[in-house]
Every structure is written in structure tokens, then in C-alpha cells.
């Protein structure tokens, strides 16, 4: 991986575990009760963030040992993106409108949450295999194109 993109997977992780960090603040007002709300919903939005950024973070700074193609690279850190994203957006909106987003139905806001983690689920799964790709590549040449 060059290193524009495990930059871009440490800033973005970052961010993604700020929102993470952000979504705390309602969960500790449900869990207090000065707030109506599901705590496992708060919860979730909360652990989502900070879990998300952290993979990016771990991918982004093991990518140096990783061997893949640019294009490759390029899929990979998208992928990651659109997850890291996708299930901190999705969560907070999950937690926010009382809908779980489990199924492609009304009201809006459970299809915009299902959207978003099905896009989620998608990035982390391709991202993930991408980068066990490439650690495998890294494995198999032993390393002597890093």
C-alpha cells in the first residue's frame, strides 16, 4: 500500500472514531435517563465508531506490509471508507429515529439505515479480504517487493 493511502485510512479513521466518541455524549444522557432512547441503540452508534476507526487505523498502518496492485489499493481503502462510515452514520441514525434498519422497508429513516449498513457490510467484507490478500502476497514473495 503507498503511503497516501495508509494516511488517508489513519485520518479518516480517526474522524470515524471522533463521531464514535461524539455519539457517547447521548448514550451517557439515555443511560442517565436524561434523555429518552434504547441504550443498546446509543450503545451500538457509540462502539460502532470507535470499532470502525480502529480497523481503519490497524489496516492503515499494517498497509506497509501488505503487497497489493494500485488499483487494488485504491478498492481497498474505498472499501474501508464506505464501511467505517456507513456503519457510524447508520448507527447514529439507527439510535436517533428508533429503527434498526434490519429490513428494506419504511419508514425512511430504517431504509436509509439498511442502505447504509448493507454499503457497510459490503466495504468491510471486500476491504478485509483485500487486505488479508495482500498480507498473503507479502507472505508468498517473502516480502521483497516491499
Known sequence: MDRRSRALLAF?????????LLAGFPYAFV?????????????????EGVLNG???LGVG?????LELA?????LLTASLLVAGYGNVVAAVIGASFGVRGLTAAGP???????????????????????????AFEAMRSGGRSA
Not at 494500485?70 to 485504491?74: F, I, N, S, V, Y
Open 61 to 65: 498502518a499494517a498497509g506497509s506490509a
Open 108 to 134: 425512511a429513516s430504517n431504509f436509509v439505515v439498511f442502505a447504509l449498513f448493507t454499503a457497510a457490510i459490503v466495504g468491510v467484507l471486500l476491504g478485509l479480504g483485500l487486505a488479508a490478500f495482500g
Open 12 to 20: 479518516h479513521g480517526s474522524i470515524v472514531i471522533i463521531l464514535g
Open 70 to 74: 494500485e488499483r487494488q489499493t485504491r
Open 54 to 56: 480502529l480497523l481503519m
Open 31 to 47: 443511560i442517565s435517563g436524561d434523555i429518552g432512547g434504547e441504550v443498546r441503540a446509543w450503545r451500538m452508534a457509540h462502539l
